[in-house]
């Protein structure tokens, strides 16, 4: 399963070599929100450097993959970062401009005024407010 999440740099530790042939580096992300949350990842092996181009305070969206095994009747989980990109801070949210004329076939409303003209359509005029 591959998630993303996007957050702020919050921490980098070092690499640490857990056997002669296996390395693994974590790094914290925090979120925004009423709840902000610290979320720490893991890379390995040949993946323990792409944090190095990223610094702290950086936003940053991160793609991982959820692990989990058991050692001796213990459960572990560990959120494993395989990418890293920078998120731009000149992104603009993407809300539709107001500005634009309005699509074809587009009808502005207009409201009626309060004379009891003919220009209000039929099936409105039966209705009791």
Known sequence: ???EIEGTL???FDTEAKT???QAREFVISTEGNYPQFIKFQLTQDRCGIVDNYKEGEKVKVHFDLRGREWQGR???NL???RIDRV???EEPDFPD??????AGFEEFSPQSNNNSSSTPPDLEDLPF
């Open 88 to 90: 731009s801070m000149d």
């Open 20 to 22: 002669e042939s296996f």
């Open 75 to 77: 459960y572990f989980t």
């Open 10 to 12: 919050h921490k980098v």
């Open 98 to 103: 107001y500005n634009e004329a309005p699509p």
């Open 80 to 82: 494993n970062a395989w």
């Open 1 to 3: 399963m591959n998630f």
